[in-house]
């Protein structure tokens, strides 16, 4: 069975602190890796990552995908109030279907 | 484009009663999906779509029911509602390959009492 694992479950920083959430999966014909944000409602598409694209960076977020060690990072820098959400990472198959999401990880940015 | 619509945004069902939640795309995708997001927990995925007229279980189905007769429209169905029903339900849907990308409807809040 596909499993996506995030860590920490729960984050609570200072606005300006740097955060790096986790992602660790174990997927039979892995595909690509997606996150996203969501703030009391519905997701919002941050970053995929494949195999052939294994460094995004938008702004104050980044991620990175090793897919040797089969996990990836979501790095925040100068993280502001507007930041604080719930970060959901998920890994798609080869077979393009389907999505196994992990728990997600609830960041919390203070002023 | 309106994107992934959904209704009703909000619903309070008593134990043992049935409804059908609605979801609408207009972008022309093929896979569509249902999921289930309980307080503090992840997506869990009830039923998806790649197509018209063909439908498949995904983690958790037991207690649902879904049709796929358009390309738009992918409804899911509660018989007997149950207090473990009790979540936020998103549909979504993608394009059918190449991107895994899945675009989210604002959500169902339901209440099983």
């Known amino acids: 069975e596909d499993k996506v694992v995030q860590s920490p479950l729960s984050l609570v920083v200072h606005e300006g602190d740097t955060v790096t959430l986790n992602c660790s999966y174990e997927v039979t014909n892995f595909r690509s890796l997606l996150w996203y944000k969501q703030e009391k409602k519905a997701p919002t598409f941050l970053f995929m990552l494949t195999s052939s694209g294994i460094e995004k960076k938008s702004g104050r977020l980044s991620s990175i995908l090793d897919k040797k060690e089969l996990f990836s990072i979501l790095n925040i820098t100068a993280t502001q109030t507007g930041d604080s959400a719930v970060y959901l990472c998920a890994v798609g198959e080869t077979s393009g279907s389907r999505l196994t999401f992990g728990e997600g990880t609830q960041l919390t940015v203070n002023p | 484009n309106a994107g992934v619509t959904q209704t009703p945004k909000f619903r309070i069902l008593k134990i043992g009663q049935s409804m059908t939640l609605q979801c609408t795309q207009d972008?022309?995708?093929?896979?569509m999906y249902w999921y289930r997001q309980d307080p503090g927990m992840g997506l869990k995925l009830i039923y998806y779509s790649v197509g018209a007229g063909i439908t498949d279980k995904g983690e958790v189905p037991n207690g649902y029911n879904v049709s796929r007769s358009t390309t738009e429209d992918f409804p899911l169905r509660l018989e007997l509602a149950a207090p473990s029903q009790t979540s936020v339900y998103f549909c979504a849907s993608r394009f059918t390959s190449g991107i895994d990308t899945q675009y989210f409807g604002p959500g169902t809040r339901l209440t099983v009492l």
């Open positions: 972008m022309n995708h093929n896979y």
